[in-house]
Structure formats: structure tokens, C-alpha cells
């Protein structure tokens, strides 16, 4: 047994069945030895959307998700695709094919320290050097990536490395043993106590629940205390479908992009409860001034997170599903009833009317159509852009939904080659990506891997020949003056579609917008879905 | 304000930088800074005085923290610290200034450890202040070269 084999025995120890990638020489003894087990390989048009169908696998699954790339310009192109990940806490695998042992640091070619490139948004990374060292790199590589606050884990492997003899696999049962990490999963007892007794005197309480609950899979934890004691909830962007959106408890999406119900209720309410968000910029733009004399309980895998950017009255460190486990067995008392009458008041009377013009397709009303006309259990991938702050504040989700999107580093093009993976995780799930012309443009090139590789992701195209939200941006700070946003009205998506044999509908305005909806969602094929909206309508 | 961290790391290729980078990628301070072996060979001791608002300095233990890199790790404040500095300084003498010089180290109890036919190399280690001090008070002669490790600390004994 070489290298390579004992790399891909220890990826089906772990469970691997999908691996995203690039072949390259520096990494191809560990493609033959990958196919020759039984794991499935996607072979994606550029790097960095590996990393990206990864993430939206591990999403679908709760899984750690596994791509690999060659050495140099491969691993390079991966690096979006991990910070990507990193800034969402996206459990990933990624491995880097290296030259060769005794190369390293001569510059040879295509050679690149990813290790180095990468340190500062990868949970941990690893350059194996010793052959032997394998099996116990790769457990742990998995149960960091996947426990604590998730992350992305890198693994360069040179290729003499995967080539060589390995004497004796024995791959590691057991929970890796590092004296290093341990991350904290159960929440301070005393802690707890304390937010309980916060909770039964809070008059107007309010729970923001962020993208730790769904990592933490603690998504009917938190319904189940929230239905308890009524409490209201708003989430973070990367929190939507923490409640389906029509929950009698749920009050939007709050931020300088969110439901301005939603912001009124985190200013006004005395009691808040983040739970699994981090006080991002965008959630919370002047957190000492917002939560100035409120009682703000903080809970996060992340002990760094709590007090990054805002000082806590109650920091809880541990894992969401652990934590509301604990809530679910005090008996409190709640008296907020007035508070929760005040919000279904608040949520009732600022209801956003949009108008835009009718010569184009209102894509606020597309989205609330959408969204009504798609599966129950379908997966709405949005891309970064307006078409992104559309999606999240028209969003419909019911209980079983899913929404994803690149919430911290807000990487155009993450949303074709994330539902991508979340196909080859779920071939049955319905999937939607919608982007805008821009992030089409950065990964259309997927067009062909949706192809060849079977994977019917319909794809929501918002044509408005604008880099949209950039542009709205500089009508607003340059007085209108608009440079390195237009983008024209190529390519000709109809044509493009044909190209790659995948079918293709269009919808100039409102007219007929919803039997073409529902001819866009009525069979399980790929399909573009061309919509062209106002180029100079700003979302915010 | 001014903290020392003590961070015990494993004895690993690449760790200084990882913890370095750390420091530069969040614009956290580093004053000093001071890496040796520790009684077990496998770990390795950084001394670290940093500098700026508590939330800074909080930041700083907590992001540490999540280096897997990092064993463990002591905070104090200066007072509750023994902390030294070895500075070795070349300088340049003659016969007018050479008695003065000698003065100046015993009553810093500094040692001259190597001597030459114009110039002398001393060395002093003591605390941050009093190694700067012997600086200051050799401004008058013409110092050629000045090394310093950095400040190494470890939290006072308990009484």
C-alpha cells in the first residue's frame, strides 16, 4: 500500500462518498487511488468551486465536506473557496497535492506554500512530510473540521509522499487525543441559571439566532423553547430558516439589509439572546450604541466571539443544541405578553411595499412567488449581490427548507457551485440558485459539471447588465457616476443554454411570470431561468 | 495598558509564525517577544508583551487559544511578574571616557564580557527598565552594535 491508497482508505473510514476536485500531477497518485474505491468524484471546471460544492454538501448533510486540487495555481484557485467557508464555519476537508518532499522551498514548479496562503482562515492545516503520519492526520483533520466551531482544514500532501510504502495501516477508532483542542460543547450550569432568571423578568425579550444553530443542528431545539415561552425571534442572515417565516415568533432578518421590523425589535427589546452569531458588521452595525442598557446573553461555540465586538452582561460558551437542552428543562414563568403583541403590530403595519417599474420583472414578487411555487423540502441556494438582499428579505421558507448563501465573505459565484453540492448530496432535493449576471458570469463555467455529471440544479438568472449593488452603491457615494459596473447585455443565455444543452426559459416582465415559475420548477431537469429587472432599481 | 503572555506552544516547525501572523493579521501589538525550549523538549515557551485596550488584550488570550497550535496560556500584568531582559551592547572607548564607562556598569551591575583595543562588549540582564536605562546612560559614548532578547517572564511565586 502507497500513500495515496492509505489516504483514501482513511476517507472511507470517515465516511466519504463525494469528492470535489481537480486532477493535476502533484495530486493524481491520489485520484488513482481514490478510484479505485467507491467514492463518488466530480470533477468541477475551476478550483475554487470544489470548495464551494464541498460547503454546500457538508450544509446539506451536516457532514464534513472533501475537496482536492493539485499543487500551485490548484491550490491557489481553492483559497475563495476556503475563506469562503472559514467565514461561515463550514465544516471542510481540503487537500492540496504538493511537489515533491525535497523541492519544497526551491520554487520549483508549480509550487506554492498553501499552507502559509491559507493560515489565517483555515481552522488547522497540515503539510504531511512523513508518510507514516496518514491515518492519524487525517482523523484528526476530520474531527477538527467538525467539531467545536466548524471550519475548514487543509491537508497538503507532496506527491512523493502519496508515492511512497506505507508498512502498517491502522486507522484510529477513537476520538483523536490532542492536548491542544478541546473545544467546550456544554454550556456553564451557573451560567444557564443566570439567563433563566434574566428571561423570567425580561419584559420585552428577543432571541437572534444566527448560523450556530443550524451547525450545531439545534434548529428544533430552539423551536421547541421558543413555542414554550413565546419569545420572539429575528435571525441574522445566515440564521433564515431558523423558524419557517409564517412562525407566529418570527420576525424577520435583521441588519443593515434586513426587515426594518425586525432592526425595530432588536432596538427596542431589554433582553437579547444571541445564539450562534457573532455581532457581524452587517447584523449589528454599532453593537456598543444597540445593546447600550440591554441584558445581552451571548452564546457561542467560539469563546472568542463573545466580546469580539460587543461586551456581554452573560457569555455562554458552548454548543447551541447542548445549550438549549439545559433552557428546555427550567420551568420559568414568562410575562412578555404585550411585548409580542407590540411586534405582530410592528411586523403587520411596516410591511415592505416594493413598486418597480412594469416594463421589467419585480424580482421582490418573483422571489415571494418562487418561493410559494418550490418544494417544501426544496434548498434555495442565493448568490452575493442585490439578488442576494432581495432573496433574504422576500424569502418564504417553510419548516423544511433550506437557505444558503456566503454570508461572511460574500463570494460572487458561490451559489451554482453550492447547490451543485447540495445535488450530489441530495440528488431528489429540489435546488434553486439565484444569482445575478455578474456571479453567473463567475461560474457559469459549471454549466458543464451540472452536465456531465448529472446534477439538475435550476439556476435563477437576475439580468439587469449591472454589477447591481455595486452600482447602486456609487449612484448613491459618487454622485451617479458609474465605473467598472456595467457589464453589458452578453452573453446571449439562450444561446448559452443550448450550448450546454440544459433548457431555458425567459421572463422580460410580470406577464405569464407565473406559469413560467411553474414550468421552471415542473420537472427535475437543469434549466435557466433568465429574468430581467430594472437595471437602475436599488434594493436598499 | 501592557499584558505578558506566556504561551507554551508545541515544538513545531512553523508555529512561530502562525502565532506571529496571528498578531499581524488583527492588528494586535507586539512589544516584545521571546521563544525558547522549555524542560520538555517538545514544547516550546513564547513570552509575549503586548499592548492596548482590554477588549485588545482579551482578544488577544482568546484568539491564541484557538491556534491548535497553543498548549497553554498565562496572562499577568507586569507587577505580578519577574521579568528580564539580557542586552548585550558593543561600544567604542578610549582612555578619557573608558573609567566612566566601567562606573556606569558596576552601578548598573553590568558586566563587561569581552574587551578589545578600542572597543568593549557589555552585557547586562535585568529588567526592561533597567537594560533601556543603561542605554540612555550610555548615550554620551558611541555604541556600535546592541542585541537584546526580549522580555522573558514568568508569574511571581506564590507565598
Request: charged fraction near 25%; glycine fraction near 8%.
Amino acid at each position: 500500500m502507497i500513500g495515496a491508497d492509505a489516504i483514501a482508505k482513511c476517507l472511507i473510514k470517515e465516511g466519504v462518498d463525494t469528492i470535489f476536485g481537480y486532477s493535476g500531477v502533484a495530486i493524481d497518485p491520489f485520484w488513482n487511488s481514490v478510484g479505485k474505491e467507491n467514492i463518488r468524484t466530480i470533477l468541477v471546471r475551476t478550483e475554487q468551486n470544489a470548495g464551494h460544492a464541498a460547503s454546500g454538501y457538508a450544509r446539506t448533510l451536516g457532514k464534513t465536506g472533501v475537496c482536492a486540487v493539485t499543487s500551485g495555481p490548484g491550490a491557489t484557485n481553492l483559497l475563495t473557496g476556503i475563506a469562503t467557508a472559514y467565514a461561515d464555519s463550514i465544516p471542510l476537508v481540503c487537500i492540496t497535492g504538493q511537489v515533491n518532499t525535497d523541492q519544497i522551498g526551491s520554487d520549483v514548479f508549480q509550487e506554492v506554500d498553501v499552507t502559509g496562503a491559507a493560515e489565517s482562515f483555515v481552522k488547522y492545516s497540515y503539510l504531511i512530510r512523513d508518510v507514516k503520519d496518514i491515518p492519524r492526520i487525517i482523523h484528526e483533520a476530520f474531527f477538527v473540521a467538525s467539531t467545536g466551531r466548524k471550519g475548514p482544514v487543509l491537508i497538503d500532501i507532496p506527491c512523493d509522499v502519496q508515492l511512497q510504502r506505507i508498512s502498517d495501516f491502522d486507522y484510529p477508532d477513537d476520538e483523536p487525543k490532542m492536548r491542544t483542542y478541546k473545544p467546550t460543547i456544554k454550556g456553564n450550569a451557573v451560567q444557564i441559571k443566570k439567563v433563566i432568571k434574566v428571561l423570567e423578568y425580561a419584559k420585552k425579550p428577543l432571541i437572534i439566532a444566527g448560523g450556530g444553530v443550524f451547525l450545531s443542528n439545534a434548529k428544533k431545539d430552539l423551536r421547541k423553547f421558543v413555542e414554550k415561552h413565546q419569545i420572539p425571534v429575528v435571525s441574522t442572515m445566515m440564521g433564515i430558516g431558523v423558524l419557517p417565516t409564517d412562525h407566529p415568533m418570527y420576525y424577520g432578518m435583521v441588519g443593515n439589509n434586513g426587515n426594518s421590523y425586525a432592526n425595530r425589535a432588536m432596538r427596542e427589546c431589554d433582553t437579547l439572546l444571541m445564539v450562534g452569531a457573532r455581532v457581524a458588521d452587517r447584523a449589528v452595525a454599532a453593537p456598543d450604541m444597540t445593546f447600550d442598557g440591554k441584558v445581552l446573553v451571548h452564546m457561542d461555540v467560539d469563546p472568542a466571539e463573545i466580546g469580539k465586538n460587543v461586551g456581554p452582561t452573560i457569555p455562554i460558551v458552548g454548543d447551541i443544541k447542548h445549550i438549549f437542552a439545559d433552557f428546555m428543562d427550567a420551568e420559568f414563568k414568562d410575562r412578555h405578553e404585550t411585548w409580542v403583541n407590540m411586534l405582530d403590530l410592528y411586523r403587520d403595519s411596516m410591511k415592505e411595499e416594493h413598486h418597480s417599474s412594469p416594463d421589467f420583472v419585480n424580482f421582490q414578487a418573483f422571489v415571494k412567488k418562487l418561493c410559494t411555487a418550490m418544494k417544501d423540502d426544496a434548498v434555495y441556494v442565493a448568490d452575493v449581490g442585490q439578488n442576494q438582499l432581495i432573496s433574504c428579505r422576500n424569502i418564504i421558507m417553510k419548516d423544511r427548507n433550506k437557505f444558503f448563501t456566503s454570508g461572511g465573505m460574500g463570494t460572487m459565484g458561490y451559489s451554482i457551485p453550492a447547490a451543485m453540492g447540495v445535488k450530489a448530496a441530495e440528488r431528489k432535493t429540489q435546488v434553486i440558485a439565484v444569482c445575478g449576471d455578474g456571479a453567473f458570469q463567475m461560474s457559469m463555467m459549471e454549466l458543464a459539471t451540472i452536465k456531465q455529471f448529472d446534477l439538475p440544479v435550476k439556476i435563477v438568472v437576475m439580468r439587469n447588465e449591472y454589477l447591481g449593488l455595486v452600482r447602486e452603491h456609487q449612484s448613491r457615494e459618487y454622485d451617479g457616476e458609474y465605473n467598472m459596473v456595467y457589464l453589458g447585455s452578453d452573453p446571449d443565455l439562450s444561446k448559452l443554454s443550448e450550448a450546454y444543452g440544459i433548457r431555458y426559459i425567459k421572463a422580460e416582465n410580470m406577464k405569464d411570470i407565473d406559469e413560467k415559475i411553474s414550468d421552471f420548477l415542473s420537472d427535475d431537469s437543469a434549466v435557466i431561468f433568465e429574468v430581467l429587472t430594472d437595471p437602475e432599481e436599488n434594493v436598499i | 495598558m501592557k499584558k505578558i503572555y506566556s504561551v507554551l506552544v508545541e515544538n513545531r516547525s512553523g508555529v512561530l509564525s502562525k502565532v506571529s501572523g496571528l498578531f499581524a493579521r488583527r492588528t494586535f501589538n507586539i512589544d516584545s517577544l521571546a521563544v525558547g525550549e522549555t524542560e520538555d523538549s517538545n514544547i516550546s515557551c513564547m513570552t509575549i508583551v503586548s499592548s492596548g485596550d482590554n477588549r485588545t488584550l482579551e482578544q488577544i488570550e482568546k484568539q491564541l487559544n484557538k491556534k491548535l497550535d497553543v498548549i497553554k496560556i498565562k496572562t499577568f500584568e507586569e507587577e505580578e511578574a519577574i521579568s528580564r531582559e539580557l542586552m548585550l551592547i558593543k561600544v567604542k572607548y578610549n582612555k578619557s571616557n573608558r573609567r566612566e564607562i566601567m562606573e556606569t556598569c558596576q552601578a548598573m551591575k553590568a558586566d563587561i564580557v569581552d574587551i578589545g583595543k578600542y572597543q568593549m562588549m557589555i552585557q547586562i540582564c535585568d529588567t526592561p527598565e533597567r537594560t533601556a536605562l543603561l542605554v540612555k546612560l550610555l548615550k554620551g559614548v558611541s555604541i556600535v552594535e546592541l542585541a537584546r532578547t526580549g522580555t522573558l517572564a514568568l508569574s511571581k511565586c506564590e507565598i
